[in-house]
């Protein structure tokens, strides 16, 4: 049970950091997509177009690699939780090793 305690906490304080930069960064490709996407709909000429379409491309890929690195975070969170119940879990196992 304290194990598990500790395991809450460790990603209870991880995800506190984590949701504030998630939240950051998920605004800001929003904000950046957003501009791509009105500035590529006021093009007037076909180099603008061609130009303002790429813009908004690697505005997306962007949002894309946010959502990959949000991902990574929350494995990283999992990782956190688990180290408590994994440090006592091999402890107990090696103190019944000795024991036998």
Do not use: F, Y
Not at 4 to 31: F, K, P, V, Y
Not at 56 to 79: D, I, P
């Amino acid at each position: 049970l304290e194990a598990a305690g500790e395991s809450a906490w460790a990603m209870g304080q991880h995800l506190t950091a984590m949701n504030a930069q998630i939240a950051l960064r998920a605004w800001q490709d929003l904000c950046s997509a957003g501009t791509a996407w009105m500035s590529l709909a006021a093009s007037r000429t076909l180099p603008q177009v061609a130009q303002r379409q790429a813009q908004w491309v690697r505005s997306v890929s962007q949002s894309a690699a946010s959502a990959a690195h949000a991902s990574q975070a929350a494995a990283r969170m999992t990782q956190h939780g688990l180290a408590p119940i994994h440090a006592r879990a091999t402890a107990n196992a090696r103190r019944l090793k000795r024991v036998k």
